[in-house]
Nanobody, 123 residues
Framework: QVQLLESGGGLVQAGGSLRLSCAAS????????MGWFRQAPGKEREFVAA????????YYADYVKGRFTISRDNAKNTVYLQMNSLNPEDTAVYYCAAAVLWVATKVNQYNYWGQGTQVTVSS
């Protein structure tokens, strides 16, 4: 059972930046694809970014491409999401997830989820 704990959320003004972190409890963290998703009030959970287990391939939703960067440090069992040029439409609860796959971009492909961290972008 993989436990995931997100941190780094908060309130930021439009145009600002935040860096989310997700620490995993599992020693075999390096064998999991990792992803970030978000869910705004009244909306479905949506894909943000994913990274292959090896860290050499990344995938992004079009609405964050060029602004967000996903990375991982397998030695620290941690995945990151650097978010730049934030806008109010990025306001949501951000979730970290782990998949027993090489890479995954869909909600139903992920096996383990964190509790989420709130990101609020003010205009």
């Amino acid at each position: 059972q993989v436990q995931l704990l997100e941190s780094g959320g908060g309130l930021v003004q439009a145009g600002g930046s935040l860096r989310l972190s997700c620490a995993a409890s599992e020693r075999t963290f390096s064998s999991y694809a990792m992803g970030w998703f978000r869910q705004a009030p009244g909306k479905e959970r949506e894909f943000v970014a994913a990274i292959k287990w090896s860290g050499d391939r990344t995938y992004y939703a079009d609405y964050v491409k060029g602004r967000f960067t996903i990375s991982r440090d397998n030695a620290k069992n941690t995945v990151y999401l650097q978010m730049n040029s934030l806008n109010p439409e990025d306001t949501a609860v951000y979730y970290c997830a782990a998949a027993v796959l090489w890479v995954a971009t869909k909600v139903n492909q992920y096996n383990y989820w964190g509790q989420g961290t709130q990101v609020t972008v003010s205009s």
